[in-house]
């Protein structure tokens, strides 16, 4: 099973990408899919969730109203449009795959996932 991240890069400040994860060796119709970020010398955080039909839709406060993230089965792959980067968006950014909604409760402490891909650098320079 491989999770494959890609679409980083360096950024300026103001503008936008789109990071992809395509999933080798596993169907998304059963997952969850997550992004999740570590800057450094900081925690992982949980950035985006989705469910396993695009139902709901979750954000972080920090990216809220300027993400979006969405999924195409067909495709075996989820993405995240992120826009109006700042300098605080600068991490690694993650993606991961679990049965368990739990993926997107970030609050909970969730020790998941099932999967991780392995990691894209975005990188916004002002």
């Known amino acids: 099973v491989q999770l494959q991240a890609s679409g980083g890069g360096l950024v300026q400040a103001g503008g936008s990408l789109r990071l992809s994860c395509a999933a080798f060796?596993?169907?998304?119709?059963?997952?969850?899919m997550g992004w999740f970020r570590q800057a450094p010398g900081k925690e992982r955080e949980g950035v985006s969730c989705i469910s396993r039909n695009s139902e709901r839709t979750y954000y972080a406060d920090s990216v809220k109203d300027r993400s979006t993230i969405f999924r195409d089965n067909a495709k075996n792959t989820v993405y995240l449009d992120i826009r109006s980067l700042r300098l605080d968006d600068t991490a690694v950014y993650y993606c991961a795959a679990d049965t368990s909604p739990l993926l997107c409760d970030f609050e909970s402490g969730y020790v998941g996932p099932d999967y991780w891909g392995q990691g894209t650098q975005v990188t916004v320079a002002s």
């Open positions: 060796g596993i169907s998304l119709d059963y997952y969850y």
